[in-house]
């Protein structure tokens, strides 16, 4: 007997075909850890920098036995200008795609409380910024051109300070999407920041922010 193929049989297999085409290549997880550096100093491998304006940021390696994995890198300056971004940006990676995942506990602010994440990051000051705020109890992803701000779009929710929560903040080319604690809250697309950039973490004015567990995942297309 003659084996014969249907068609549609041989549609499911082009289609089998091109969506392994489509599907963008994933790299192994580079998982950043804190507890390999040195408490007290600024974190290795990283550029620390200031959007805005207002005092320098001041990033450091702490203890903290209630972290995901013990010690945390912490932003402490409080000074409180509004328009002041922190900035802590990874060297390791440079990268247009990314799905980037962080632990993270908002310790204290009167202007702000808030923990971000920044992709695409070309310098201090332009790059696409995924940020969860307690302030405002609202996850909100902005685009940033020459250290200023514009917020793209926003979802409320829940932001408890004070407790380890995760954000996470995927680029896969115009498609921006965040989720806190799991759940997807934003999807959106842009296409202003075209090229390829570091990833970062962020605070905003006086906000004090613990960051640990951070999970950057590159992707090929």
Same mark, same amino acid.
């Given at each position: 007997?003659?084996?014969? @193929? ?6 499911? +297999?082009?289609a089998?075909? $091109?969506?392994?085409v489509?599907a963008?290549?994933?790299t192994?997880?580079t998982v @950043?850890?804190?507890? #390999?550096m040195?408490? =007290?100093q ?5 550029t ?5 304006? =207002?005092?320098?940021?001041? &990033? ?21 200008s509004s ?11 440079r990268? $247009?795609?990314a #799905?980037v995942?962080?632990? +993270?506990n908002i310790? *204290? ?5 808030v923990? =971000? ?6 310098d ?7 940020r969860?705020?307690a302030? #405002?109890?609202?996850v909100?992803?902005?685009? +940033?051109?020459?250290?200023?701000g514009?917020?793209?779009t926003?979802?409320?929710v /829940? @932001?408890?300070?004070?407790? &380890?929560?995760?954000?996470r +903040? /995927?680029?896969d080319r115009?498609? $921006? ?5 799991g759940?997807q @809250?934003?999807? &959106?697309?842009d296409?202003?920041?075209t090229?390829?950039g570091?990833?970062?973490? &962020? ?8 960051f640990?567990?951070? *999970?950057?995942?590159?992707m090929?297309?």
């Open positions: 007997m003659r084996n014969s @193929v249907t068609p549609f049989a041989l549609l499911a +297999f082009l089998l075909v $091109l969506a392994a489509a963008p290549a994933q192994p997880p @950043v850890s804190f507890n #390999d040195t408490t =007290g600024p974190p290795l491998g990283f620390t920098g200031l959007g805005g304006t =207002g005092t320098a940021s001041i &990033w450091r390696i702490e203890d903290d036995p209630r972290a995901p994995r013990g010690k945390v890198l912490i932003q402490k300056s409080t000074d409180s328009m002041r971004y922190p900035i802590c940006i990874y060297d390791g990676i990268t $247009l795609n #799905d995942t962080v632990s +993270f310790v *204290s602010g009167k202007i702000d409380q923990a =971000g994440i920044a992709l695409r990051a070309t201090e000051g332009n790059y696409y910024l995924a969860a705020s302030k #405002d109890n609202a909100i992803l902005s685009r +940033f051109v020459g250290g200023s514009t917020d793209l926003s979802t409320s /829940k @932001v408890p300070p004070g407790t &380890w929560q995760t954000l +903040f /995927k680029i115009d498609r $921006l999407t965040v989720y806190l604690n759940q @809250v934003i999807d &959106w697309s296409n202003r920041h090229r390829e570091r990833v970062g973490l &962020w605070t905003r004015a006086d906000a004090v922010t613990m640990d567990d951070l *999970s950057i995942i590159v090929r297309n």
